[in-house]
C-alpha cells in the first residue's frame, strides 16, 4: 500500500469520526464531498440521493469548495444511469475515447475527460451515488482512485442514512408535538363552560 492510499484511508477515518454526530444533511453531504473531492483529486463532484425512485442531486461541489449552480448540466445522465442500474462502481479514464460512452451525447456536449462513479448502498438498497470528474488529462482516475472511492461510499453510506433516519425521527417528533398541542389547546375550549 503506497503512502497517497494510506493518507486517504486516513483522512476517510478521521471524516467518519468528525462526523459521526453530524446530523444535519445537508452539512454533513457538503463537509463529505468536500473531503471526497480533496481525496479523489477531483475537479467536481456530486451526491446525488434517490428520493421516491428518481435521483436528486444534493450537492455539487468543485475544488475550491464551492457550490456549482445548475449541477445537472454537468453530469453525464448515460455515466449516471448505467450506476443507478447495476449498483456497480464505475470508471471512465477518457470518455471521449471510451467505446461504451463516446457516443453519448451528455459525455459529448460535456466534454467529459475523466470520471468515477460509485453507488451509495446500505444492506443492498441505493440511497444514491458519488460522481466526480477531472476535466485534465492529466489526472486521468486510475482503478486505485476508485477503490479508494469505493470505500469512502461504502462508509459515507451509513453516515447519510444514519442522518436521514435521524432528520425523519425529528420531523416525526415535530409533527407529534404539533398534534399534541392542537390537542390539548381543543381540551382547554372544551373544559370550560363558560366558553
Same mark, same amino acid.
Given at each position: 500500500?503506497?503512502? %497517497?492510499?494510506?493518507?486517504?484511508?486516513?483522512?476517510? *477515518?478521521? *471524516?467518519?469520526?468528525?462526523?459521526?454526530?453530524?446530523?444535519?444533511?445537508?452539512? #454533513?453531504?457538503?463537509?463529505?464531498?468536500?473531503?471526497?473531492?480533496? &481525496? %479523489? @483529486?477531483?475537479?467536481? $463532484?456530486?451526491?446525488?440521493?434517490?428520493?421516491?425512485?428518481? +435521483? &436528486?442531486?444534493?450537492?455539487?461541489?468543485?475544488?475550491?469548495?464551492?457550490?456549482?449552480?445548475?449541477?445537472? !448540466?454537468?453530469?453525464?445522465?448515460?455515466?449516471?444511469?448505467?450506476?443507478?442500474? $447495476?449498483?456497480?462502481? #464505475?470508471?471512465?479514464?477518457?470518455? /471521449? !475515447?471510451?467505446?461504451? *460512452?463516446? @457516443?453519448?451525447?451528455?459525455? &459529448?456536449?460535456?466534454?467529459?475527460?475523466?470520471?468515477?462513479?460509485? +453507488? #451509495?448502498?446500505?444492506?443492498?438498497?441505493?440511497?444514491?451515488?458519488?460522481?466526480? =470528474?477531472?476535466?485534465?488529462?492529466?489526472?486521468?482516475f486510475d482503478e486505485p482512485s476508485l477503490e479508494v472511492l469505493t470505500?469512502?461510499?461504502?462508509?459515507? %453510506?451509513?453516515?447519510?442514512?444514519?442522518? /436521514?433516519l435521524v432528520n425523519e425521527l425529528q420531523l416525526d417528533n415535530k409533527s407529534l408535538q404539533e398534534r399534541i398541542e392542537r390537542m390539548r *389547546?381543543?381540551?382547554? /375550549? =372544551?373544559? %370550560? +363552560? &363558560?366558553?
Amino acid at each position: 500500500m503506497c503512502s %497517497s492510499d494510506l493518507n486517504s484511508y486516513r483522512k476517510l *477515518f478521521e *471524516f467518519s469520526q468528525k462526523l459521526m454526530a453530524e446530523y444535519e444533511v445537508s452539512s #454533513l453531504l457538503e463537509q463529505l464531498m468536500d473531503v471526497i473531492i480533496q &481525496v %479523489s @483529486n477531483a475537479d467536481k $463532484g456530486f451526491i446525488v440521493l434517490i428520493e421516491s425512485g428518481e +435521483p &436528486v442531486v444534493k450537492v455539487a461541489r468543485n475544488l475550491r469548495r464551492e457550490t456549482i449552480s445548475d449541477a445537472v !448540466s454537468h453530469l453525464s445522465d448515460s455515466i449516471l444511469a448505467k450506476v443507478i442500474e $447495476g449498483k456497480k462502481a #464505475l470508471i471512465v479514464s477518457d470518455a /471521449l !475515447s471510451d467505446a461504451q *460512452f463516446r @457516443n453519448s451525447l451528455s459525455v &459529448v456536449n460535456l466534454r467529459l475527460t475523466s470520471v468515477m462513479c460509485v +453507488p #451509495l448502498l446500505e444492506r443492498g438498497n441505493l440511497i444514491g451515488v458519488i460522481y466526480v =470528474g477531472n476535466d485534465h488529462v492529466a489526472q486521468l482516475f486510475d482503478e486505485p482512485s476508485l477503490e479508494v472511492l469505493t470505500i469512502f461510499a461504502s462508509q459515507a %453510506s451509513l453516515l447519510i442514512r444514519n442522518a /436521514l433516519l435521524v432528520n425523519e425521527l425529528q420531523l416525526d417528533n415535530k409533527s407529534l408535538q404539533e398534534r399534541i398541542e392542537r390537542m390539548r *389547546f381543543g381540551e382547554i /375550549l =372544551g373544559a %370550560s +363552560p &363558560v366558553m
